[in-house]
């Protein structure tokens, strides 16, 4: 895997967590770089829960990616809620 491919894998695996994070209630911190990292694990999961199919770009199964993230995404912002409360 060239340099090149690497980022490009990167900025399809962010795009899939931008329209997941949009897609579900809640978010995730961060910039880019947890937009890709949240876009990656997203794809894993999709990858393994629902296969290969739909659209395919720079290796990442656009369809499962996007599922996945939002999974993804709605398990972090359940638990993000979850650590965020104050104790009485």
């Known amino acids: 895997m060239s ?4 980022i490009l894998f990167l900025i ?13 209630p809640g978010s995730v911190p961060g910039g ?3 937009s890709a990292i949240v ?4 794809a894993w ?3 393994n829960l629902i296969g290969h199919i739909g659209p395919d770009l ?3 199964s ?3 990616a996007i599922l996945g993230s939002a ?3 709605f398990v972090l912002s359940l638990l993000s809620r979850g650590f965020n409360r104050k104790a009485i």
Do not use: N
């Open 32 to 34: 880019f770089f947890t």
């Open 12 to 24: 399809v695996a962010a795009c899939c967590a931008y329209i997941a994070e949009r897609l579900v």
């Open 39 to 42: 876009g990656i694990i997203g």
């Open 45 to 47: 999961i999709g990858g």
């Open 3 to 6: 340099i090149l491919s690497f």
């Open 62 to 64: 656009l369809l499962p």
């Open 58 to 60: 720079a290796g990442i």
């Open 71 to 73: 999974v993804f995404v």
